[in-house]
């Protein structure tokens, strides 16, 4: 089955099962079931995220066809405090998110940049970078105080992940199977794998680099949107149902248990990085501030697709590694700030 037919399909069964819910909307409110309320937040919040979605991945895929990895190799200095500092700031100002930022990661390693540095990218980019903070500014109707506290957490996370791989370094980073040349991440572009974007194109003819962004953006596309449109309904169910059947008492929660709770979540949801700020305000209605955060920085750092995708070429032991670093450093850093005051 051709990809053109499967993604028809899906669009065919998503209309299908948007026609049953307002069909049966008028049922369900009068059983008490805030049909309409799911219906009409989901609505509204997957318009508002898809169309950062679009520009996100547009944005990614011009980086990975345009911006070569030797390119980004040659910025990084030998010094580690050097290279990491490079790593946090290439964060800032690259419109790259967690799927995009994984091959590049790869890259990075497969080419001896410094191991810590290379973390320091992988999990700052995709949630410090420009369209994150343009998502998560209109997501949280311009409240700057949750834009820059997901940044600057983002960063500190980040910094802590790469130096405690100083600490006991990890033997085995590349999974045994992992191709480790450029030619091999040029023959899995032309899998379909999705590495080596940047070699394939270095030799192309500008109208063959925008043919091949586009081709890019519209396969992220349709892979990261039908995880963001589940998490979105998820969300809208769970705040509305909560709201009309008072499920889960958050003023009687923990400020611990919330922020494990949502960082989870987060993990489970899958959410792309440039548009998991629409989801984060759905929460945020009925959550505290830290929490969410919680869920904001760890997200884009660490998820299910992101470890798969890892797993495709990095060892078991290096992802659960890094992954509960990341976990770790930022639910101590989250708890911390909200017992000193600085977030609630």
Request: proline share 5%.
């Given at each position: ?13 998503i209309c299908l099962l948007f026609a049953a819910v307002i069909f049966f909307s008028p049922v369900m409110e009068q059983a008490g079931f805030p049909a ?224 494990v709770v949502m960082m989870l979540a987060a993990f489970v949801l899958s959410l792309c990085s440039s548009s998991d700020a629409v989801v984060g305000r ?7 501030t830290a929490p969410v955060l919680s869920f904001l920085v760890f997200g884009p750092m660490m998820d299910i697709k992101n470890v798969l995708m890892l ?34």
């Amino acid at each position: 089955m051709s990809e053109t037919n499967t993604v028809i399909q899906r669009l065919v069964a998503i209309c299908l099962l948007f026609a049953a819910v307002i069909f049966f909307s008028p049922v369900m409110e009068q059983a008490g079931f805030p049909a309409f309320s799911i219906l009409n937040g989901f609505l509204g919040a997957s318009l508002q995220a898809l169309a950062f979605l679009v520009i996100g991945v547009l944005a990614s895929s011009i980086v990975q066809v345009f911006v070569s990895d030797d390119v980004l190799r040659r910025i990084f200095p030998s010094s580690l405090p050097g290279s990491i500092a490079v790593a946090l700031g290439l964060s800032l100002v690259l419109p790259v998110c967690d799927c995009s930022s994984i091959p590049l990661f790869r890259s990075l390693v497969i080419r001896k940049v410094p191991l810590p540095a290379a973390v320091a990218f992988l999990l700052a980019a995709p949630v410090a970078n420009p369209l994150v903070v343009w998502s998560t500014y209109f997501a949280f109707n311009g409240d700057w105080h949750i834009v820059l506290a997901r940044v600057l957490m983002g960063l500190v996370v980040s910094s802590v992940v790469a130096l405690s791989l100083l600490v006991h370094p990890p033997r085995h980073v590349l999974s045994a199977s992992s191709p480790t040349s450029v030619s091999s991440q040029a023959s899995a572009v032309q899998q379909g794998q999705g590495e080596g974007s940047s070699q394939l194109f270095a030799q192309a003819s500008l109208s063959q680099k925008l043919v091949g962004c586009l081709d890019h953006a519209r396969s992220d596309f349709f892979d990261i949107a039908r995880y963001l449109v589940v998490g979105i309904a998820l969300a809208s169910i769970f705040k509305n149902v909560n709201a009309a059947y008072s499920l889960v008492d958050f003023s009687g929660m923990s400020l611990a248990v919330g922020i494990v709770v949502m960082m989870l979540a987060a993990f489970v949801l899958s959410l792309c990085s440039s548009s998991d700020a629409v989801v984060g305000r759905i929460f945020a209605a009925q959550l505290p501030t830290a929490p969410v955060l919680s869920f904001l920085v760890f997200g884009p750092m660490m998820d299910i697709k992101n470890v798969l995708m890892l797993s495709a070429h990095f060892s078991r032991g290096f992802i659960v590694r890094v992954a509960l670093s990341a976990f770790a450093a930022t639910g101590l850093l989250t708890g911390v700030l909200a017992a000193v005051g600085v977030i609630a």
